[in-house]
């Protein structure tokens, strides 16, 4: 979202007053009841409204400087988003071409500033956050919570939302969240079920043979690779699972390592990590695993690491 609204800020001619009001139409905040599904501001918004709602009350316990923290910057943005907003409006006012590109430029420094800003605080969600969550929140609360902020959302925003996920997603999350967007807004837009499809076009659906299942055991692991990437396959149950094979506390070789149920544990530092989501379930690891799509046919096990 961020990347893609900066490019096309970045790259609007604002000599052209009609293609400006378009992106200043997206850009445009609102706090209003009626906020727009397309904005992406808003959508943003939204996101920081739901964790203030429903995941930072669930973390306070645990750390309650962190939550503090997190929870000031989700105000400073919503400043920044208000300053933004007006910058927007007074530029949709603006008649001549050379000031519509002064205020363009204005524009584009204060969005890149503001996203910059919200990147590293996502950065310190991923690195702190999530690891403390895992660490004193059960599975069964960590789904209450993602519901609830699921239920937060209107349809409209929650397809707002995956137009955008559903695009990052590999085929087998793709699986999964597609249920969920079924069953949250039945009338998937047209827009979305492109966005869908283009997710697994020929780029993203190359699976490759990465091993033979005679060759992993159930409760074994094996070291393969992948279009050039270091990958670990694990079979649990008869089900396999493929992580990055490097250990992102400190690059130890997980298929080295141990595998207790669907956790696999680093050989280096005992770093553990869930295979099926690659979530970090010990530490010193902070910081998940790539995930990767796999299947089976015949006795083949196919990997996606696009």
Not at 98 to 107: N, S, Y
Not at 156 to 184: C, H, Q, Y
């Amino acid at each position: 979202m961020i990347y893609d609204v900066g490019g096309r800020l970045q790259t609007t001619d604002f000599s052209d007053g009609a293609e400006s009001q378009l992106l200043l139409n997206e850009l445009i905040y609102e706090f209003s009841s009626a906020l727009s599904a397309s904005c992406i501001l808003c959508l943003l918004h939204s996101h920081a409204r739901a964790e203030d709602l429903y995941l930072f009350p669930a973390a306070e316990k645990s750390d309650s400087k962190l939550i503090s923290d997190l929870l000031g910057e989700h105000h400073e943005f919503a400043t920044e988003l208000r300053n933004i907003s007006t910058m927007c409006d007074e530029l949709k006012g603006v008649e001549s071409s050379a000031q519509r590109i002064a205020g363009g430029k204005k524009l584009t420094l204060a969005v890149n500033d503001f996203f910059a800003r919200y990147m590293t605080h996502l950065v310190r969600e991923e690195k702190e956050l999530i690891p403390l969550l895992n660490r004193y929140l059960t599975d069964d609360q960590l789904i209450s919570i993602r519901d609830a902020m699921s239920g937060h959302l209107s349809p409209d925003r929650f397809t707002g939302f995956m137009k955008w996920m559903l695009a990052s997603l590999n085929p087998s999350e793709l699986a999964k969240m597609s249920i969920e967007v079924t069953s949250k807004a039945p009338e998937v837009p047209a827009e979305v079920s492109a966005r869908a499809g283009a997710s697994l076009g020929p780029d993203r659906s190359r699976f490759e043979k990465a091993a033979a299942t005679p060759e992993i055991p159930n409760g074994s692991m094996k070291q393969v690779s992948v279009g050039g990437m270091d990958v670990m396959l694990a079979n649990v149950n008869g089900t396999f699972y493929a992580l990055s094979n490097k250990c992102t506390h400190a690059g130890g070789p997980l298929a080295k390592g141990k595998l207790d149920g669907f956790v696999v544990q680093c050989p280096l530092h005992g770093s553990k990590f869930d295979v099926r989501t690659g979530a970090v379930v010990g530490p010193p690891a902070q910081i998940p695993e790539r995930v990767f799509g796999v299947k089976v046919e015949g006795k083949d096990v196919l990997v996606n690491v696009d």
